[in-house]
């Protein structure tokens, strides 16, 4: 029979081996404990398709007028993304009553006595020039007009001139489509009242697409060379916002530049027009005597011009803008974290909420991708988490200014909410709704090696949808969007983007960019490998290293 093998002590081999065993256990056990990082997201089920497309249709819509840098647009969707943040219940940055009596005193009202959400910087731009600008009719009554309400300058369309008035239709002589607003009307010395566009008629020029003609920059350059005086350029509502009650006439700081079929972005504004102001349709009507918009309607209807008597009426305007600095806003929030050892280091989330405008021929660029779908998944991934926060407190931040340079992701970097120290990880999401549901690309992990492993886990942490996610590539994208500024801080930075080559969306920076061709699934799916992802930065013991460069 076998004998059993003593040990030292009288101790036999097997209780050693069995006591190794339960200290070997016992320390893989301690191995494989889950981080709290690693316990799935309590508020990971209130990111829906439902929720995201709501947001989508309120910052898409076209009476957003493309949310430009500045605009009446832009202040619409910073309204709209302040009161989400208060029900969601995010607080001001501790610094915010300071920041805003730097640039409060022409812009929102404190959200609160706590302070505000709004983040504002001042910026120089050509902005115009109310005491220098007017516009009065005479003939058979003589009317002045009111500056923002019923006129506004164009942008290096600037100077004076009184002379008689003539209707132009919508302002286009064009052989190819074999349409003529000037026929039978002479413009030289004359004031020319003209709509912006072209008519909005299904088969004539080139339907929901636009012509060269529409131009507002085409249209004056021609009135300037036959020797008009100047020009009232009427403004009118985009198309899907006729309805629209908010649709109010303010001045455009740019104009839209659309890109062709190979990406090149289109003509810019000529340096100088003859003098000009955009009019509104009711300062239209009482100038012509007679219902613009109806006036209009028609023409779109028909397609052919139209003439409006216009004998005996003299007009008088000034148009004059001037380089001057014009507050800007960034929107940002807090959500505290629940950790009181680390509830005062932060993730910082953001997602520029601008885009490009109107072009020339009153086109909007509703911007659904380009940011809407970043600023909607950045929406819903808000409401999750505040549903249940996790340790560290995690920052929202609204980027204005993205399309002009980042500018706005620049300004908060020169005036950090908080110490740069406590700053974990920045995210970004921009541009996230064209490609495959079930994949996303995400720049940032070759110069932060260690965030793979967050995406591996965030991709394990709770069913996505997501299949694939794209690291390593999109290079040349790496310093056109917001996370550039966070990562030129030294901070790790994770850039959440659509499929790839960019070159493949074609709406991408054109009017076409609307709600419609928005891939709701992807920017969901996408959102919520964003949510895990955020909630394993913020509840982690640990923290992403420094960028290699």
């Given at each position: 029979?076998?004998q059993?093998?003593?040990?030292?002590?009288?101790?036999?081999?097997?209780?050693f081996?069995?006591?190794?065993?339960?200290v070997?256990?016992?320390?893989?056990?301690?191995?494989?404990?889950?981080?709290?990082?690693?316990?799935?997201?309590?508020?990971?089920?209130?990111?829906?398709?439902?929720?995201?497309?709501?947001?989508?249709?309120?910052?898409?819509?076209?009476?957003?007028?493309?949310r430009?840098?500045?605009?009446?647009?832009?202040?619409?969707?910073?309204?709209?993304?302040?009161?989400?943040?208060?029900?969601?219940?995010?607080?001001?940055?501790?610094?915010?009553?300071?920041?805003?009596?730097?640039?409060?005193?022409?812009?929102?009202?404190?959200?609160?006595?706590?302070?505000s959400?709004?983040?504002?910087?001042?910026?120089?731009?050509?902005?115009?020039?109310?005491?220098?600008?007017?516009?009065?009719?005479?003939?058979?009554?003589?009317?002045?007009?009111?500056?923002?309400?019923?006129?506004?300058?164009?942008?290096?369309?600037?100077?004076?001139c009184?002379?008689?008035?003539?209707?132009?239709?919508?302002?286009?002589?064009?052989?190819?489509?074999?349409?003529?607003?000037?026929k039978?009307?002479?413009?030289?010395?004359?004031?020319?009242?003209?709509?912006?566009?072209?008519?909005?008629?299904?088969?004539?020029?080139?339907?929901?697409?636009?012509?060269?003609?529409?131009?507002?920059?085409?249209?004056?350059?021609?009135?300037?060379?036959?020797?008009?005086?100047?020009?009232?350029?009427?403004?009118?509502?985009?198309?899907?916002?006729?309805?629209?009650?908010?649709?109010?006439?303010?001045?455009?700081?740019s104009?839209?530049r659309?890109?062709?079929?190979?990406?090149?972005?289109g003509?810019?504004?000529?340096?100088?027009s003859?003098?000009s102001?955009?009019?509104?349709?009711?300062?239209?009507?009482r100038?012509?005597?007679?219902?613009?918009?109806?006036?209009?309607?028609?023409?779109?209807?028909?397609?052919?011009?139209?003439?409006?008597k216009?004998?005996?009426?003299?007009?008088?305007?000034?148009?004059?803008?001037?380089?001057?600095?014009?507050?800007?806003?960034?929107?940002?929030?807090v959500?505290?974290?629940?950790?009181?050892d680390?509830?005062?280091?932060?993730?910082?989330?953001?997602?520029?909420?601008?885009?490009?405008?109107?072009?020339p021929?009153?086109?909007?660029?509703?911007?659904?991708?380009?940011?809407?779908?970043?600023?909607?998944?950045?929406?819903?991934?808000?409401?999750?988490?505040?549903?249940?926060?996790?340790?560290?407190?995690?920052?929202?931040?609204?980027?204005?200014g993205?399309?002009?340079?980042?500018?706005?992701?620049?300004?908060?970097?020169?005036?950090?909410?908080?110490?740069?120290?406590?700053?974990?990880?920045?995210?970004?999401?921009?541009?996230?709704?064209?490609?495959?549901?079930?994949?996303?690309?995400?720049?940032?992990?070759?110069?932060?090696?260690?965030?793979?492993k967050?995406?591996?886990?965030?991709?394990?942490?709770?069913?996505?949808?997501?299949?694939?996610?794209?690291?390593?590539?999109?290079?040349?994208?790496?310093?056109?969007?917001?996370?550039?500024?966070?990562?030129?801080?030294?901070?790790?930075?994770?850039?959440?983007?659509?499929?790839l080559?960019i070159?493949?969306?074609?709406?991408?920076?054109?009017?076409?960019?609307?709600?419609?061709?928005?891939?709701?699934?992807k920017?969901?799916n996408?959102?919520?490998?964003?949510?895990?992802?955020?909630?394993?930065?913020?509840?982690?013991?640990?923290?992403?290293?420094?960028?290699?460069?």
């Amino acid at each position: 029979m076998n004998q059993e093998q003593t040990g030292t002590g009288g101790i036999t081999l097997p209780f050693f081996l069995a006591l190794g065993g339960i200290v070997i256990a016992s320390l893989l056990s301690a191995a494989v404990q889950p981080t709290r990082g690693d316990l799935k997201g309590p508020g990971f089920p209130a990111i829906t398709e439902k929720g995201i497309s709501a947001h989508l249709a309120t910052l898409a819509h076209p009476g957003m007028e493309g949310r430009d840098t500045p605009s009446e647009g832009q202040a619409r969707a910073a309204r709209y993304l302040v009161g989400l943040y208060r029900e969601y219940g995010l607080v001001p940055a501790a610094d915010s009553l300071e920041v805003m009596g730097d640039h409060g005193e022409d812009g929102p009202e404190h959200d609160s006595k706590e302070g505000s959400f709004y983040r504002p910087f001042m910026r120089e731009v050509n902005a115009p020039d109310p005491d220098n600008s007017l516009l009065s009719v005479s003939g058979k009554e003589e009317i002045t007009f009111e500056y923002g309400k019923d006129f506004v300058p164009i942008h290096r369309a600037s100077g004076g001139c009184k002379a008689d008035l003539v209707f132009g239709g919508f302002g286009i002589d064009s052989s190819s489509d074999k349409y003529n607003d000037f026929k039978s009307v002479k413009v030289r010395g004359k004031v020319v009242l003209f709509f912006e566009g072209e008519p909005r008629h299904k088969k004539k020029f080139k339907g929901e697409e636009v012509t060269s003609s529409a131009s507002l920059w085409g249209k004056l350059n021609h009135l300037n060379k036959e020797g008009a005086a100047g020009a009232l350029v009427v403004r009118r509502a985009p198309l899907g916002a006729e309805e629209d009650t908010e649709n109010l006439l303010d001045y455009r700081y740019s104009h839209a530049r659309w890109n062709d079929e190979k990406g090149r972005r289109g003509p810019r504004q000529p340096s100088k027009s003859l003098p000009s102001l955009e009019i509104s349709m009711e300062c239209a009507s009482r100038i012509l005597g007679t219902d613009a918009s109806k006036l209009a309607a028609g023409m779109d209807r028909s397609a052919r011009p139209k003439k409006v008597k216009t004998k005996g009426i003299v007009v008088q305007l000034d148009s004059h803008t001037s380089r001057r600095e014009i507050r800007h806003d960034n929107i940002l929030g807090v959500l505290p974290g629940t950790d009181a050892d680390l509830a005062d280091e932060y993730v910082l989330l953001g997602a520029h909420y601008d885009h490009i405008g109107v072009g020339p021929a009153g086109r909007v660029g509703c911007g659904a991708n380009d940011n809407g779908s970043g600023v909607s998944a950045f929406l819903a991934v808000a409401e999750a988490l505040a549903q249940a926060p996790p340790r560290r407190s995690v920052i929202f931040a609204s980027f204005c200014g993205e399309e002009d340079g980042l500018v706005g992701a620049y300004e908060i970097t020169k005036r950090l909410p908080v110490e740069l120290s406590k700053i974990v990880c920045m995210v970004n999401l921009d541009q996230i709704g064209f490609g495959e549901d079930d994949e996303t690309s995400v720049l940032g992990i070759n110069r932060n090696p260690k965030l793979q492993k967050v995406l591996d886990r965030a991709k394990r942490l709770e069913k996505t949808g997501l299949r694939k996610v794209i690291t390593g590539k999109g290079e040349e994208l790496w310093t056109r969007s917001d996370h550039y500024a966070f990562h030129g801080l030294g901070l790790p930075v994770m850039f959440f983007f659509e499929g790839l080559p960019i070159s493949d969306n074609k709406d991408y920076h054109t009017w076409r960019d609307t709600v419609d061709r928005v891939n709701i699934p992807k920017v969901t799916n996408t959102a919520r490998m964003v949510y895990n992802t955020i909630w394993i930065l913020a509840n982690d013991d640990g923290r992403p290293p420094e960028p290699r460069d």
